[in-house]
């Protein structure tokens, strides 16, 4: 086996866009007439008297605007609303119930509203002058059918004009949405007005404490207090989420027994965050444990309670000697435990607020554990409260967080539980020990399209258990809580002991996933991710003799991060590989957004250099090309980008597939290979900007002959600081670090 390679030293170089503008672009598939324009303007006519006569708290309108497609950004109201400001309004996106349309809702003011009616009704009197038969895409195109048109006749400029008209041709409709009301305690998430929430629900007749206060948008509302607003100001809401969670349930086998383990002390070992219920600090392994009470005292706390948190931690202390046939090589772990629910069932609004402080106080703390699930579907339109602030946190804190993907209650339940729709975080399904998904399993996408889970690991079924210690005895268990510490314990390794950073460890721990297996279905991603993680933490961080794998990381300043400095080995001036590559990084989310969530784009292209000096990549990707509408223009649609390239996710992987009949590549002027990281923004520009990227890229001889010497020798010569990722020598440099100094 040969050890992964750790390059530094060669920065990426950052380059901007090459905008090569080309203006507005209508739909294709759409003949844009006069009556198309004069239904939309009185559309947005009657939404004007629907805000005049309606009592708002607020001064702006909420308009709705339905999408006959699932759009890119540069397709996009640009012309009508706030013109090219209209992306910076967006305040909330979803799709229609088959995925196939955009409805994109805008805070706007009065006077948007006003001047995108006048807009439409001067374009709506030039079309029914001049364009008796509509505009479709190629007379829109063609310069000579503005020739002979007096635009200034209508107070129109030709640009203005065909803004209006490629913004009406990817509309459908224009209204105002409100959510279906609910009768119980909830967690609401306002459309942001600009208005201060708490003076915003004062205008409506609802006084709330500060400590109800989520963030400026989304809110605890008792049931009273949800009646008021679904009554006073449906329009309001953007999302509405029962609070109270019950636990997904465990299937297990409570074989007890009474044997007691003997354990060493802990010494440097890292430390694992776990969040869960409480912690008995009785059992065999407690010193190990340092454990943290955060349930009201108020609440009364069971036996019961204990079971399920002291079982998840004593996987990340001693999983292996407890499963033997699990033994991953990492060690012993030490923990520390946050108690946050009971097993009767917990808020969720409470638990996310006790988070946020957890991890702002526990800094040294990289990897953490969260084996609690709802018992409820996450929406196909936006992710829940729980994953969205673990998805905040780990933008702005340097953890990760691994979530089991929750069990199913019942067979009505198939799709995962929040919080185990969080993108940043790695998602853990689970699978029995012959590989094969248990009964208990839910399904992702999230938000349709993200691929959640991102992997799978065994978490025990009738066929095998997992072996754990609930207070003072063992028992055998089974569920998605009890696969995440494993991966949680896999993490640690790679972070906290080889020294390696999060969107490296979770490119890894994916990449190991996926292998060189040919690209899985959806149905495939929904139950497994992106494959079965290994065992063995060798399996995870070594290659086999005839592999080069390395791993890479920078950050995205710019538009294109790229480097070109990557000298592969060659044999007779040919480069007898194939090729893939993992990328991961941790984006700014927004949830006010909808099915929009991410708000940055990070895609990598990898391949040779050819003698143009661009790079051939492995598996041509069209998305990002110079020109900003190239995307929508001339390849493929947006939907489709997002199922087949995983547009958006923040786990990208391209590949080359292994055949008997692999030819070598030939090799061009600049012998180098080279990775570029694309950077794209749904809102601001700056979202982009200091977002850190972790690359794995592995490349395969197709004549079987290792060549990793070769290629340490030529990185080396090329000015790379060259890291073997040498287990022994990474646990005695972490030992070194880590050891007390007494000083006489």
């Known amino acids: 086996m040969n050890n992964i390679v750790e390059l530094k030293g060669k920065r990426f170089v950052q380059a901007n866009k090459n905008v090569s503008g080309g203006g507005a672009n209508m739909n294709g598939k759409k003949n844009v007439t006069a009556s198309d324009v004069l239904k939309l303007s009185r559309k947005l006519e009657q939404l004007k008297g629907f805000w005049l006569n309606n009592e708002k708290p607020f001064n702006g309108a909420l308009v709705s605007v339905y999408y006959n497609k699932i759009v890119a950004k540069s397709n996009r109201i640009a012309g009508l609303l706030k013109g090219k400001k209209s992306n910076l309004a967006i305040v909330g996106a979803k799709f229609n119930d088959t995925k196939t349309k955009h409805i994109i809702t805008y805070y706007v003011d009065m006077k948007d509203l006003d001047n995108s009616i006048k807009l439409l009704q001067k374009v709506y009197n030039l079309l029914k002058d001049n364009f008796e038969n509509g505009i479709n895409q190629k007379s829109f195109k063609d310069n000579n059918t503005y020739k002979e048109i007096p635009f200034s006749t209508y107070e129109l400029n030709k640009s203005k004009f065909k803004q209006a008209i490629a913004d009406v041709s990817f509309i459908d409709d224009f209204d105002v949405i409100t959510e279906a009301s609910t009768s119980k305690e909830s967690i609401i998430t306002l459309y942001d007005t600009g208005v201060d929430v708490k003076e915003l629900l004062h205008k409506i007749g609802i006084d709330i404490l500060s400590s109800n206060i989520l963030d400026n948008q989304t809110v605890f509302l008792d049931v009273n207090q949800v009646d008021v607003l679904f009554k006073n100001a449906p329009y309001l809401v953007s999302m509405a989420t029962v609070d109270l969670s019950q636990f997904s349930p465990e299937d297990f086998d409570q074989k007890y027994n009474q044997d007691m383990i003997q354990i060493p002390s802990p010494s440097i070992e890292p430390t694992i965050g776990v969040i869960d219920t409480l912690f008995d600090k009785k059992v065999y392994f407690g010193e190990w444990v340092d454990y943290h009470d955060m349930v009201d005292n108020q609440i009364p706390k069971k036996s019961e309670d204990y079971r399920h948190g002291t079982a998840v931690s004593s996987i990340i202390v001693d999983g292996p000697r407890l499963n033997p046939w699990l033994d991953d090589g990492c060690g012993r772990f030490k923990v520390r435990h946050f108690g946050v629910a009971v097993s009767a069932g917990f808020s969720s609004f409470s638990i996310v607020k006790n988070i946020k402080r957890i991890v702002a106080e526990n800094r040294d703390i990289k990897v953490w554990n969260i084996s609690l699930g709802s018992n409820q579907e996450v929406n196909d339109n936006f992710i829940s409260a729980e994953a969205a602030a673990l998805d905040q946190i780990q933008f702005e804190n340097d953890v990760i967080f691994v979530i089991a993907g929750t069990n199913r209650p019942n067979n009505s339940i198939e799709k995962i539980g929040s919080p185990a729709d969080s993108i940043n975080s790695i998602v853990v399904n689970s699978v029995t020990k012959d590989g094969t998904s248990p009964k208990y399993a839910r399904r992702g996408l999230a938000l349709s399209f993200f691929a959640k889970p991102d992997v799978s690991y065994y978490g025990g079924s009738k066929e095998q258990y997992i072996s754990v210690c609930e207070p003072l005895q063992k028992a055998d268990v089974a569920g998605t809580s009890y696969a995440a510490p494993w991966i949680a314990r896999k993490l640690s390794y790679l972070i906290d002991i080889l020294g390696l950073s999060r969107e490296v460890a979770k490119a890894l721990i994916i990449d190991s996933a996926r292998g060189w297996k040919k690209k899985p ?77 991410t708000n940055t784009e990070l895609n990598i292209h990898f391949g040779r250099i050819n003698n143009e000096g661009k790079l051939n990549e492995i598996n041509y990707d069209k998305q990002n090309l110079d020109n900003d509408s190239s995307e929508e223009r001339h390849y493929i649609l947006e939907g489709i980008a997002r199922e087949r390239f995983r547009k958006w996710d923040n786990v990208k992987y391209v590949t080359e597939v292994p055949k008997s009949k692999n030819k070598a590549k030939i090799s061009y002027t600049n012998k180098n290979w080279g990775i570029e990281v694309k950077t794209n923004n749904r809102l601001d520009p700056e979202d982009g900007i200091g977002i850190r990227f972790g690359i794995v890229v592995t490349l395969k001889e197709i004549n079987g002959i290792n060549r990793i010497d070769e290629f340490i020798r030529n990185c080396n010569l090329n000015g790379w600081l060259v890291n073997t990722v040498d287990i022994k020598n990474r646990i005695d440099i972490h030992e070194k670090v880590n050891e007390e100094i007494v000083f006489n």
């Not at 001036?573 to 590559?581: F, N, T």
Request: some cysteine; aromatic content about 14%; overall charge negative.
């Open 521 to 597: 279905t959806p149905e495939e991603i929904a139950l497994y991710g992106h494959g079965i993680v290994p065992i063995k933490i060798e399996e995870v961080i070594q290659c086999e003799d005839d592999e080069i794998r390395f791993v890479v990381s920078d950050i995205s300043e710019k538009w294109n991060s790229y480097n070109y400095n990557f000298p592969v080995p060659l044999q007779d001036d040919k480069y007898p590989y194939v090729a893939r590559a993992t990328m991961c990084y941790f984006p700014l989310c927004n949830r006010l957004q909808g099915v929009d969530y």
